[in-house]
């Protein structure tokens, strides 16, 4: 189980990585398994301000389709436009071309209340 350490993540299986000014949401390998082959993503549109915990989009897999959820509030800058034509990025690179969006975080002190690589990993069990 790949679980970085310089990201934060979220009860819902979502990961942040702030870099300066911007930060790049996805989900962790751990939920990509769980889903199996992802076969569509859909996410709110650019310019779309999320409070921290509401819903951003959803991801489709082959046999369900969940939910996505803001891990901190921001606003959506940039969706991964690669998604689209190669939804597997997800399964295939969760943390690097599997990204979904990219967001201004509007309170960094939110990023301080998600868990670190070690506190998920004993939420998930490994």
């Not at 990509?32 to 650019?46: R, Y």
């Not at 409070?51 to 046999?63: C, D, H, R, T």
């Not at 190669?86 to 969006?101: H, K, Q, R, T």
Request: glycine share 8%; charged share 30%; aromatic share 8%.
């Amino acid at each position: 189980m790949n679980l970085p350490n310089n990201l934060k993540y979220t009860k819902d299986h979502e990961w942040i990585r702030v870099e300066g000014e911007v930060a790049f949401v996805g989900i962790t390998d751990f939920a990509q398994s769980e889903l199996g082959e992802i076969v569509f993503v859909e996410n709110e549109k650019e310019g779309e301000t999320i409070e921290a915990n509401e819903v951003f989009g959803s991801i489709e897999a082959v046999k369900t389709v969940s939910d996505l959820c803001m891990p901190v509030t921001g606003e959506i800058l940039e969706i991964n436009a690669a998604l689209e034509d190669a939804p597997e990025l997800v399964n295939n690179d969760p943390y690097g071309e599997g990204w979904m969006i990219k967001i201004a975080v509007k309170d960094a002190a939110e990023i301080d209340g998600l868990m670190d690589a070690e506190a998920y990993a004993a939420f998930i069990g490994k």
